[in-house]
C-alpha cells in the first residue's frame, strides 16, 4: 500500500477534531493508524486531555526527554502495559495546533524511510530536533514571512511558465544554501521581497548578485500586508497549499521533496501559518549584466565580517525587462 502523507494528515486532523476527550476513558484515547503506516503509530490524547501521537517500539531507547523537548512539545519514553516501550510526541500549548499537525505528518512521513527499528527512532529523532530548532526559535519577523512569501511565489511563477516542477524545487536552494535563492543549468534568480512603497532593496553579500554564470536575474516582488484578507489575498500557508495541491499534485515525489525542504530549510513552522497576508501589487525582473550596479565577492577580504547594501529600485529601470 503506498503511503498517503495527506491522507495521514486528514487521519491526524479527523480524529483530534471528532473525539470529545472529556468523556474518554483511558482505553479509548489512541486511535491506531493501521496499514496507512510502515510502523505502530497512534493518535490520541495524553490523560491530561493534551493532543499526542505515539511511536510503539519492541525494546527500550532511554531516550533523555530533554534534548528533544521544545516549549511547545514535549517527547518522553514510557512502557505500556503489554510491555512495548512507547514514544510520546505531546502537544503542551493548545494554540500551536496547526504546526503541530504539520510536525506530526512530518515525523510520521520521514519514519517510513527507516527499515529496521534501530534505524527507525533516531531517524524520527534527528527529523524532530529540526523542529525543535524552529519551536524553540523566537517567533519570526513579517520581514520572513515575505521573504518566504516571495520565494513560494515565484516557485508557481517558474512552473506556470513551463520550467518542469522537479526542475523548480531542486534548483530552490534555501536559506544556508547558495547566495542565490534559485540556480538552474542555464540562469539564476535572486528573489527580494518588499513592502509596495519601499524605495530600496537591500543585498544581503558581496557575491549574491556577482555571478555571472550562467546568466542571472534579481526579481523584485512588491506586497501589501493586508489587515483584513481579501478574495486576492495570499500567504504563505495558502501559497504552500496550492503548490502542493495544483503545481505538484501530479508529482508526488517532488511535493516530497518541497515539504522536506520546508522542514530543512526550518520553514515548517511559517508554512502552517495564517499569520500575514499580502496582496501582490508589482513584480519586476532585471538581468543582472556585467554593468548591474552590484559589489563584487573580491572585495570581501577575510578580514570583513560580512558586506551589504542597498539599492535604489527606481535606478534599475535600464535593467528592468
Known amino acids: 500500500m503506498r503511503f498517503d502523507s495527506e491522507a495521514l494528515f486528514d487521519k491526524l486532523s479527523s480524529w483530534w477534531n471528532s473525539k470529545k476527550v472529556e468523556n474518554f476513558q483511558d482505553l479509548h484515547r489512541y486511535g491506531s493508524f493501521g496499514l496507512m503506516c510502515k510502523w505502530d503509530w497512534y493518535v490520541g490524547f495524553d490523560d491530561k486531555n493534551c493532543r499526542d501521537v ?35 510526541f505531546t502537544l503542551l500549548e493548545e494554540n500551536q495546533t496547526p504546526s503541530f499537525l504539520v510536525l506530526c505528518q512530518d515525523l510520521i512521513s520521514t519514519s517510513e524511510t527507516a527499515n529496521t527499528e534501530d534505524e527507525l527512532l533516531p531517524v524520527v529523532l534527528d527529523r524532530l530536533i529540526l523542529w525543535k530548532a524552529m519551536l524553540d526559535s523566537s517567533s519570526q519577523s513579517i520581514e520572513a514571512y515575505q521573504g518566504l512569501f516571495g520565494e513560494l511565489l515565484i516557485i508557481r511563477n517558474l512552473i506556470s511558465q513551463g520550467r518542469s516542477p522537479d526542475d523548480v524545487i531542486s534548483s530552490w536552494t534555501g536559506p544556508d544554501g547558495d547566495e542565490q535563492d534559485f540556480v538552474f543549468n542555464d540562469c539564476w534568480y535572486e528573489i527580494k521581497t518588499i513592502k509596495h512603497s519601499a524605495m530600496t532593496v537591500s543585498i544581503s553579500s558581496a557575491g549574491q548578485l556577482d555571478r555571472m554564470e550562467p546568466k542571472g536575474f534579481l526579481q523584485i516582488i512588491k506586497v501589501k500586508k493586508c ?95
Open 54 to 88: 505515539v511511536l510503539r517500539l519492541s525494546k527500550r531507547f532511554n531516550l533523555i526527554s530533554k534534548n528533544y523537548s521544545s516549549r511547545n512539545i514535549k517527547c518522553y519514553e514510557d512502557i505500556g502495559h503489554d510491555g512495548y516501550t512507547r514514544v510520546h
Open 227 to 321: 489587515d483584513i484578507p481579501n478574495e486576492n489575498s495570499l500567504s504563505v500557508k495558502s501559497l504552500v497549499s496550492m503548490i502542493k495541491n495544483e503545481d505538484l499534485s501530479n508529482f508526488p515525489l517532488v511535493k516530497s521533496n518541497f515539504e522536506n525542504k520546508l522542514v530543512t530549510f526550518r520553514y515548517a513552522v511559517m508554512a502552517a501559518d495564517d499569520k500575514y497576508w499580502f496582496d501582490v501589487m508589482d513584480i519586476d525582473s532585471y538581468l543582472v549584466t556585467d554593468d548591474f550596479p552590484k559589489i563584487h565577492r573580491s572585495i570581501h577580504l577575510p578580514q570583513m565580517k560580512s558586506i551589504t547594501y542597498t539599492l535604489i529600485v527606481a535606478a534599475l529601470e535600464s535593467w528592468r525587462i
